[in-house]
């Protein structure tokens, strides 16, 4: 009988280690086995720490789904306020130009009142006489300008301009024309007798029926010839003769009224006052 009943524990705890060990190998299989079918739970069956973390990471992915309209909202916002710091710069910028234009505005007004004051001054100022000489004559340019700075002359109170003068060439000692021109060869056939080796009769132009006795650059040896000629009854006379030519003058502007007596002058040169007395504005 004492065996019948430890058989029956013995059996009794073989089949228990048994069936632990049976369930210890489905729940090892349910774990590792990639194919089996996942476990549906309840919400109710969940505990609840496990409900904490759904909740949780259910929050996570709603902020998550939400941040492209937080980014395009932050993007709007920064540029509208990019479009609003250039709306300033704008402002700013125009606000700059204005200031410039109001002191281009202001600068002309104060040049105009220079002008004005300087005219109004310029008014109440006693006009000053300024004379006008005329010098020359110049054998070029380069001698004007040279004589300007030994004259200490501002050349731009000088004004060069060409001129027709006569100057002078010789002493020609003349017989004066008859009133014919048979008259004239009379004369000249009687001065030939006289051995005048120099006499020759015009026949033309401004002396024409005239004869020259001579040429001579000194008035002296012209004069001696005369008073010889006239011992022989042969009425004679000086005539200076010049030659057009065209030289440089020039006219010089200045308030020194003395000054063609300051002034220097080559020994050829001469010094008149103009004919017009200019007025300084």
Request: glycine share 2%; aromatic share 8%; proline share 4%.
């Amino acid at each position: 009988m004492k065996i019948l009943v430890l058989l029956a524990l013995l059996v009794n705890i073989i089949f228990f280690l048994w069936e632990c060990n049976s369930e210890n190998s489905l729940s090892s299989n349910y774990q590792t086995d990639p194919n089996a079918p996942k476990q549906i739970l309840l919400q109710s069956e969940v505990p609840k720490e496990k409900e904490k973390k759904s909740v949780t990471n259910t929050k996570k992915k709603g902020d998550k789904k939400l941040s492209p309209v937080l980014a395009s909202k932050t993007s709007t916002n920064k540029t509208t306020a990019g479009q609003n710091d250039t709306k300033l710069k704008t402002k700013t910028a125009n606000t700059e130009i204005k200031d410039k234009k109001l002191n281009i505005k202001i600068d002309d007004a104060q040049l105009n009142k220079k002008a004005e004051d300087a005219e109004i001054n310029a008014k109440k100022e006693p006009l000053k006489e300024v004379y006008c000489f005329q010098v020359g004559p110049f054998k070029s340019e380069n001698a004007f300008k040279k004589w300007t700075e030994m004259n200490s002359i501002d050349p731009a109170f000088t004004k060069p301009f060409n001129k027709e003068i006569e100057i002078f060439r010789h002493y020609m000692v003349y017989y004066p024309n008859a009133e014919s021109v048979e008259n004239s060869i009379e004369n000249m056939k009687r001065i030939k007798e006289l051995k005048i080796a120099d006499a020759w009769l015009f026949n033309s132009g401004e002396y024409k029926g005239g004869i020259s006795l001579g040429l001579y650059d000194k008035k002296e040896p012209a004069q001696r010839l005369v008073e010889k000629y006239a011992k022989e009854k042969i009425e004679s006379k000086i005539i200076p003769i010049y030659e057009t030519k065209t030289v440089l003058y020039a006219d010089i502007s200045t308030i020194d009224k003395n000054f063609k007596n300051v002034v220097s002058l080559s020994e050829n040169q001469i010094i008149v006052s103009c004919e017009n007395i200019l007025k300084a504005l």
